[in-house]
C-alpha cells in the first residue's frame, strides 16, 4: 500500500510562514515526481508547485517567490516552505506522487488526505 502522511498545516497570520510536509510511505522503491495542490472553497483544485527526481520545480504564478518545494529523496518527503502568506493562500493542500514504483508496477495519481491553511488576521 502507499501512502502520503501530511503535515504542518493551520492558522497563521498575513505575512506569515508555514512549512507543509508530505511523507510516502509503503513498499515504495521510487517515486519520480511530487506536488502540492490546493483547494479553496467555490474554487477548482490547482496546481501549486511540483518537483521532479531529477529536481527540476514548478510554480504557480500565484506563490511564485513565496513559496519553495522542496524534496528528501531518501526520504520519499516533500516540503512547502510557504512564505508571506496571504488569505488567497487559504485552501486545502494536498500532496500528490506520481510515476511510483512499487512491486506491483508504476503507478499514479496518489494523493494525501489534505491539510488545511488558514491565512487570517
Known amino acids: 500500500q502507499v501512502h502520503l502522511v501530511e503535515s504542518g498545516g493551520g492558522l497563521v497570520q498575513p505575512g506569515g510562514s508555514l512549512r507543509l510536509s508530505c511523507a510516502a510511505s509503503g513498499s515504495i522503491l521510487s517515486i519520480n515526481a511530487m506536488g502540492w495542490y490546493r483547494q479553496a472553497p467555490g474554487k477548482q483544485r490547482e496546481l501549486v508547485a511540483s518537483i521532479t527526481g531529477g529536481g527540476s520545480s514548478k510554480y504557480a504564478d500565484s506563490v511564485k517567490g513565496r513559496f519553495t518545494i522542496s524534496r528528501v529523496n531518501a526520504k520519499k518527503t516533500v516540503y512547502l516552505q510557504m512564505n508571506s502568506l496571504k488569505p488567497e493562500d487559504t485552501a486545502v493542500y494536498y500532496c500528490?506522487?506520481?510515476?511510483?514504483?512499487?512491486?506491483?508496477?508504476?503507478?499514479?495519481?496518489?494523493w494525501g488526505q489534505g491539510t488545511q491553511v488558514t491565512v487570517s488576521s
Open positions: 500528490k506522487a506520481d510515476q511510483v514504483l512499487t512491486a506491483y508496477g508504476v503507478g499514479n495519481n496518489y
